[in-house]
């Protein structure tokens, strides 16, 4: 089993920035892919970045390509979402996933890459006001 817990969540100004971070225990070695998605009241689960653990890969969403970055440490074991230039629109409950490989098969990184995610945290909330 692989547990994460994501932090770092909270509210901001519209233009600042939050650092979230999503400690990753258990069974980490069978985890290579950590992700980054979000889900807005009434709205799709959206994700965002994905990190592969061993080749050093990242892969974004359009929508936030240059200015959300993940990242990670400790073999993986901590991966980060840098997300500056906040909007209003990025107010959303913020989820830190798992998965044994990044589903590159499934193509660029998109809202399906999901299924492929067993592991999940509870979430953290990102609130931006303007």
């Known amino acids: 089993q692989v547990q994460l817990v994501e932090s770092g969540g909270g509210s901001v100004q519209a233009g600042g920035s939050l650092r979230l971070s999503c400690v990753v225990s258990g069974s980490i070695y069978s985890v290579n892919c950590k992700a980054w998605f979000r889900q807005a009241p009434g709205k799709e689960r959206e994700a965002l970045a994905a990190i592969n653990t061993g080749a050093p890969a990242t892969y974004y969403a359009d929508a936030i390509k240059g200015r959300f970055t993940i990242s990670q440490e400790n073999a993986g074991n901590t991966v980060f979402l840098q997300m500056n230039s906040l909007k209003p629109e990025d107010t959303a409950i913020y989820y830190c996933?798992?998965?044994?490989?990044?589903?590159?098969?499934?193509?660029?990184?998109?809202?399906?890459?999901?299924?492929?995610?067993?592991?999940w945290g509870q979430g953290t909330q990102v609130t931006v006001f303007s």
């Open positions: 996933a798992a998965a044994p490989l990044c589903p590159r098969w499934l193509g660029p990184l998109s809202d399906g890459w999901a299924t492929d995610f067993g592991y």
